[in-house]
């Protein structure tokens, strides 16, 4: 255990010279020392963006900070043109950040079912233009849906569908999110859906997924099993070509790339 910590710690210090580069010397120790203060959020401003962002002690922010603008899991070769994207599990707003950043012009639908996570994300993009929040989970169908597990932390509750008087939210198809926003096609998908994405696969797929050029994809085998072969054989039988970025799967219509 001891070794793995060390291990740990020595891996994480390569990425040092990225975090002074985005952060500067004196901003990153302020991050360091703040990130077990009582405070409700910490502002940075970052290199090459043009607003702060904020980012709450004591939650999985950082791992998410880190994973977006340090390790960049989504900097990969992506579509020529961007114009609609949609992000499934948006939590923190970080991966709208980064996205809006790189293709200015594009709209973005963030989809977020925790009222924490959603009163932080529309921080994060208060001064963007073509962000529309949508306040709910991602399923297969348009239904309602309630937490599974009350104790796992904001980043990782999973749903289940609410089928009496137990609903806490409303659950929302990609089908339907794309009729709301008028979407013939989804240029990027972001989905980390902590494991709804198994049912999200199994059925009512085949519109949304034949219109969507490139996505990244958290698969989550632990809770739901299956998932992994589920989902490649999805993409496989739609001729996506697939590969891997951080925790991610990237999987992309090779004529859509640069």
């Not at 079912?113 to 921080?123: A, G, Q, R, V, Y």
């Amino acid at each position: 255990m001891i070794l793995k910590k060390i291990i740990f710690k020595a891996s994480q210090i390569k990425w040092i010279p990225k975090w002074v580069y985005l952060l500067g010397v004196f901003q990153y120790i302020k991050l360091l020392f703040g990130l077990k203060s009582k405070t409700p959020y910490l502002k940075l401003k970052l290199k090459g963006y043009d607003a702060k962002v904020y980012l709450r002690p004591k939650t999985s922010d950082f791992k998410i900070f880190k994973q977006i603008f340090i390790e960049e899991d989504y900097n990969v070769q992506c579509p020529k043109e961007v114009n609609n994207i949609i992000d499934a599990g948006a939590n923190c707003g970080y991966s709208i950040v980064y996205f809006k950043n790189k293709f200015k012009k594009a709209r973005l639908i963030a989809i977020e079912p925790d009222p924490s996570n959603i009163e932080i994300l529309k921080k994060n993009t208060a001064h963007f233009e073509n962000v529309y929040i949508v306040e709910g989970g991602l399923w297969s169908i348009t239904t309602d849906l309630k937490i599974l597990d009350k104790n796992a932390g904001k980043w990782a509750f999973r749903v289940v569908e609410a089928l009496d008087d137990s609903k806490e939210f409303k659950g929302y198809s990609l089908d339907a999110i794309m009729l709301e926003y008028d979407i013939k096609t989804i240029d990027i998908l972001k989905m980390d859906v902590e494991g709804a994405e198994k049912v999200i696969f199994e059925q009512n797929y085949q519109y949304w997924l034949s219109k969507t050029k490139f996505g990244f994809l958290e698969l989550h085998e632990n809770y739901a099993p299956g998932v992994t072969n589920l989902v490649n054989n999805r993409l496989h039988a739609l001729d996506f070509e697939q590969s891997k970025s951080g925790e991610n799967l990237v999987f992309s219509k090779r004529s859509n790339l640069k």
